[in-house]
């Protein structure tokens, strides 16, 4: 108990982030969030930087642990869903999964790692969300990690990466290179100092996607 990951913040109010761009991760992300998912997934991959609470601790540390799927499930069923850019049917799929509509959340302003939290920090921090359970993909954990623990950490948010297998890279290579970590890392930097993140570029290419959170109760 003396790290910081989802079984020792239990209290605290938490919602759980679906970092979109991979349909596998989306899927195995629904089962997830409808209490259901009982695959292969067996590791945390931790991360917090500053909270008032007394029950997270670790301070900036990054490190995995073995997930017990049941503990999961029952947490990742009962609080908020958000899923950040996901693919076009990501809602259906959640639906379908057994996610109930009044915790489901699409929001489609992000096009990249960085602005997957960046555009919800704000939104993150009016619902007074304690702790962020981000899901990704193995091979895009600690690039998220580290990008979840400057930006969202910033703001006194801790965050916990649970992290997928996937199938992308067939020969094995699931790691990203030092530059892409390093470049994402100075892009969250930059918009934790003066709100600069590089993604207006991309906005602009795909302007479809800059629409704000709506719940799917809501919008249906």
Known sequence: DGWCGWLGVKKLHQVLLVLGGDFERERLAAQMAAGTYSGSFSEMCATTWVTSSK????AGKVHSKIVDNEELNELCSK???YVSSGHGNAQQVMLDAGVTENRLYIDN??????????????????????HVLVVTSDYHARRASLVALVTLGGIGIATTTL???SSRYANGERKESASRIARDMLRALLWSICGIHGG?????????????????????
């Open 55 to 58: 029950d997270v601790q670790g």
């Open 79 to 81: 609080i908020p869903v």
């Open 109 to 130: 302003r992000a096009v990249d790692t960085v602005t997957n939290f960046t555009t919800l920090a704000s939104d993150f921090r009016k619902r007074r969300f304690q």
């Open 163 to 165: 992290f997928v297998p």
């Open 200 to 220: 207006l570029v991309g906005r602009w290419i795909h302007p479809e996607r800059f629409s704000h959170s709506i719940n799917v109760k809501k919008e249906t």
